[in-house]
Every structure is written in C-alpha cells, then in structure tokens.
C-alpha cells in the first residue's frame, strides 16, 4: 500500500518521467509503474507530506508544507468525494477522476503549479475519460 495526499493523485497522470531529482523520479516511476500494472494497489490517503515528498530534494525550495498545497489536498480530494484516511485502490481513483474531473481542473486548482504549462496533467485526466490509464514511462 502507498501514502498519497490528495494533489499527487492528479500528478501521477502526467507523470511523464520528470521530476525534482534523480532520486524523485525514480521513486515517482516506481510508484508509477507499480499503479499502471496493478491498477487494484491500495492507496491511503494522507494529510501533508507522503512517500513522494520524501524524496524531494534538499537543495530545491521545499513547499510540501506550504499552507496552498494542503488547500490543493483538500480541494481535490472533496472534488472527488474522498477524505483523509480513507483507503482504497487505484482502480477506483481513476475512476472518480472519470465521474468528477475535467482537465480544465487542473487550471483553477493547479494555478500556482511550475508544472501546469506543460499540459500534460490536463492530458492524463482527458486519457483517462478516453479509457486510458497512467501513460508508460519510457
Ligand atoms: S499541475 Fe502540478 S500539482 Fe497539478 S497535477 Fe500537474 S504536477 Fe500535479
């Protein structure tokens, strides 16, 4: 089982190989990869730093405590209907993305995001409306 907060189940469908370090992202691959061939993996949900932010490295700016990404959390996980503590599998996450996520979310609840230019979170949420599932890392 995984410990995820809210915002990073949004992140891993546009998780396209890119991250904060070396370390990051191959945590977040494995992560990735592990979802993508076992959609049935539990998740819990978590409030504040998970087994992502862990691996956040010390040299960038450090924002997984900042106060508008526990609102992030909070706004994603209401949006879908979830709450802190709760656990259940991926399979079932992708598909509240499905019945309550739209990719053009991703503009107003990710506003402040580095990452949000590149498109590619709007473009995991449309794959999975198309009955995709995460993408494969290469
Ligand atoms: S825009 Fe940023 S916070 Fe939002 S899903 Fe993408 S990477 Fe995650």
């Known amino acids: 089982m995984f410990k995820l907060r809210g915002h990073h189940l949004f992140c891993l469908l546009g998780y396209r190989g890119m991250g904060y370090s070396q370390e990051y992202v191959q945590n977040m691959t494995h ?7 076992n959609p049935k993996t539990f998740i ?14 010390n040299s960038g700016t ?8 526990y609102e992030r959390d909070a ?19 992708e598909s509240r993305i499905r019945k309550f996520v739209v990719p053009s979310d991703i503009q107003m ?30």
Request: hydrophobic share 30%; glycine share 8%.
């Open 31 to 37: 992560l990735h990869q592990t979802l993508r061939n």
């Open 75 to 93: 706004v994603i996980l209401k949006k879908m209907g979830l709450e802190i503590g709760q656990i259940l599998m991926w399979e079932e996450i």
């Open 109 to 138: 609840v990710c506003e402040t995001c580095s990452w949000r230019s590149y498109g590619i979170c709007e473009e995991g949420i449309q794959e999975l409306h198309e009955g995709k599932g995460l993408r494969e890392v290469k």
């Open 44 to 57: 819990q949900l978590v409030k504040g730093p998970d087994q992502l932010c862990e691996k956040f490295p």
């Open 62 to 69: 450090y924002h997984c405590q900042d106060d508008n990404i």
